[in-house]
């Protein structure tokens, strides 16, 4: 059969049913421990971004709350897993789930969560809402229900090798131009310790990116290489939640890179690509896979700590910093953007108190494809904004193709004029002036 | 029946059973969940998983003041309320004068005990604090939406026992002293009984949920 996720307009009673056993089956202490433990404070909307821009522009939208989001979830929970939900169901009073209920659940899990992670730090419980908001979207994929711009791409991403359709030759070609446009050497299928996967966004829309991790890796002077087997970093697995797509794009890569001898996969600017290969790809192919992941920010400031790559050359005045959640907040990398900026900037400005605390672009968990998720993307951006007008910077420095996507095309379509700029652009920048 | 005769039920063979179905119901909650069991986690942590888990069962709940501004700002009354509430209900409960020949059946031994002032302000501030939150819960349409029965219910319960104990040991003189104390005792036996079946157990979950929030802080190698 071949591996397709699916975009249904129709809700049968097998749709339901689909969706309910897949929550069912999806419990463990984990998941379990966090449904029970919900005390219905609702803090956890006020670190909520979607929530947040619908209060800047005057609105409440309480079922933007991430204990909400979860609600079915724990329903189906109780009635499976406690005496009092059994006895309840026997009665005759079980939960009741209708089509409307589950076109609900994909606004609720879909459109207006990118599994950030804020809410977790604000939850008084410590609530993993984005673990459940996971399970919540692997019932609906199972049950057909993707929304169609995301299912579109993912089948894409099957099919082609890439979200946006990059296959073999059209990766060939990119690097050809990137090659010749930047004036930079990139290895492809040679034998290396170090693979740098690119995301697709990267290639097509910001090439820049690509030239100038290229550069980086030649500075540093390692072994590298790209692969044609392993040319897509992205997972859109993890945005659908569908544990066979995300297993079948890691094979690719897995096999790309163990034909090459891979030491080490640099993940680029792409929060899940970074996400998927650090920390999903070890427990898909627990015996296999035996390669460290470094994002391309961490391997940076590691060659900076080691003096393989100095940075003497301050190439921007103000700036600040957006962190793209699933490598800062989900992913650990937070000090490393921080301490490269301080030696690229004038003048680098923090808009937060502490890492953690940053709002997600708004387009993040596949939200950035979904034109139905518009609306509540350009909202969420308003609570974002708020962050880089009180910081008063316009400059941005992001570490993820798809913030810059999200960020960008919300700042256009509201009319602002921030800048945002990959910070391996700058490194690069810096690099080269160190060079001229 | 007289309210002697209901003293004695309810201090008797009534509390006993609801301190069984509490023991009995909590632990089968706490054991339900955590036989459910975990899938083996492959990938390398980035910090210390376990140190992280520790330091937030302890440190957690002090942690929302880190997002003060946006936060507390709009929710303040649940944080002051909240914190109020919990030290004036736990407090009164095992450390209040009163209640101190109750703890030396129980255990054995009698529990220190505060004086009667600052039993009575924990009382008062507790009371104040369990009426403020649930305002708030009536008219925040946040909670509003998140509110069910199970919460007013409980919150009625506990605003008695409250309300009865201060009125058995502060107000009520004479023949009413007794029924005024039925009323705290009998609200108290089944708030501990209903424990298990509410969300009031979530301090069994806190230990769960905040381990698995600190692990996964640890695996993931931030600080917060």
Not at chain 1, 212 to 219: D, I, R
Not at chain 1, 236 to 244: C, H, K, Y
Not at chain 2, 178 to 207: C, D, E, G, K, T
């Amino acid at each position: 059969m071949t591996l397709r996720v699916e975009h249904k307009e129709e809700i049968t009673q097998r749709e339901v049913e689909t969706f309910y056993n897949f929550c069912k089956s999806s419990v463990n202490t984990e998941v379990a421990s966090y449904l029970e433990a919900c005390v219905r404070c609702g803090l956890c909307a006020e670190a909520c971004l979607f929530y947040m821009g619908e209060n800047i522009s005057g609105k409440i939208d309480p079922t933007l709350t991430p204990a909400y989001k979860a609600d079915l979830l724990r329903d189906i929970y109780k009635e499976n897993y406690t005496l009092l939900g059994r006895v309840k169901k026997l009665l005759g009073f079980g939960v009741k789930i209708t089509s409307e209920k589950l076109r609900e659940q994909v606004k609720l899990a879909f459109y207006t969560c990118t599994m950030c992670d804020r809410c977790t730090k604000v939850c008084p419980m410590g609530i993993d809402t984005p673990r459940l908001v996971s399970i919540v979207r692997g019932a609906l994929t199972q049950a057909g229900l993707v929304p169609e711009d995301l299912a579109e791409a993912t089948n894409t991403a099957i099919e082609k090798g890439s979200p946006l359709g990059v296959d073999v030759p059209t990766f060939l070609s990119r690097i050809d131009f990137i090659s010749d446009e930047w004036e930079v050497e990139i290895p492809v299928d040679r034998k290396a310790d170090y693979l740098y996967i690119p995301s697709s966004i990267e290639l097509m829309k910001y090439p820049s990116s690509v030239a100038s991790t290229a550069k980086v890796l030649n500075k540093a002077g390692v072994s590298w290489t790209v692969s044609t087997k392993a040319h897509e970093a992205t997972n859109f697995g993890l945005f659908t939640q569908s544990r066979e797509v995300t297993r079948e794009l890691l094979r690719r890569i897995l096999e790309g890179a163990k034909e090459l001898g891979i030491k080490t996969i640099i993940a680029p600017e792409c929060g899940h690509a970074y996400q998927s290969m650090r920390f999903v790809a070890p427990n898909v192919f627990p015996r296999e896979w035996d390669m460290e992941v470094l994002n391309v920010v961490e391997f940076i400031y590691k060659m900076v700590k080691e003096g393989r790559l100095t940075l003497p050359k301050r190439v921007i005045d103000k700036i600040t910093l957006h962190d793209p959640c699933q490598i800062g907040r989900r992913g650990g990398v937070l000090k490393e953007p921080r301490e490269i900026l301080k030696l690229l900037a004038q003048d680098f400005k923090d808009s937060v108190e502490f890492p953690e605390k940053n709002i997600c672009c708004g387009g993040g968990g596949g939200v950035v494809v979904e034109h139905e998720a518009d609306y509540h993307r350009q909202k969420a951006f308003l609570a974002k904004a708020e962050l880089f007008d009180k910081a008063g910077v316009k400059d941005v420095a992001c570490y993820c193709a798809n913030c810059m996507l999200a960020l960008s095309k919300s700042s256009q379509e509201l009319g602002r004029d921030y800048r945002f700029i990959s910070l391996v652009d700058l490194v690069a920048e810096s690099i080269e002036e160190e060079e001229g | 029946m007289t309210d002697v005769n209901l003293y004695d039920i309810i201090r008797g063979p009534l509390l006993k059973f609801a301190l069984f179905v509490f023991f009995a119901g909590i632990s089968y909650r706490f054991f339900r969940v955590l036989l459910l069991g975990l899938p083996e986690d492959y990938a390398k942590p980035k910090g210390n998983p376990l140190t992280k888990a520790l330091e937030k069962l302890a440190l957690k709940p002090t942690q929302g003041w880190r997002f003060f501004m946006e936060v507390f700002a709009h929710r303040g009354i649940q944080y002051v309320g909240g914190f109020l509430f919990h030290i004036g209900f736990l407090g009164l409960t095992f450390f209040v004068p009163q209640h101190s020949f109750l703890w030396k059946e129980i255990l054995g031994f009698e529990l220190p005990y505060m004086p009667q002032l600052v039993a009575d302000i924990l009382a008062y501030s507790a009371l104040l604090s369990l009426i403020a939150l649930t305002v708030h819960r009536v008219f925040n349409p946040v909670l509003k939406l998140l509110t069910g029965k199970d919460e007013y219910f409980a919150n009625i319960l506990i605003g008695t026992i409250i309300f009865t104990g201060l009125l058995a040991s502060r107000w009520s003189g004479g023949g009413l002293y007794v029924w005024a104390l039925n009323l705290h005792m009998l609200s108290a036996v089944i708030l501990i009984a209903y424990i298990p079946f509410s969300r009031l157990s979530h301090f069994v979950y806190y230990f769960l949920s905040v381990f698995f929030y600190g692990w996964n802080v640890g695996k993931r190698g931030v600080s917060f």
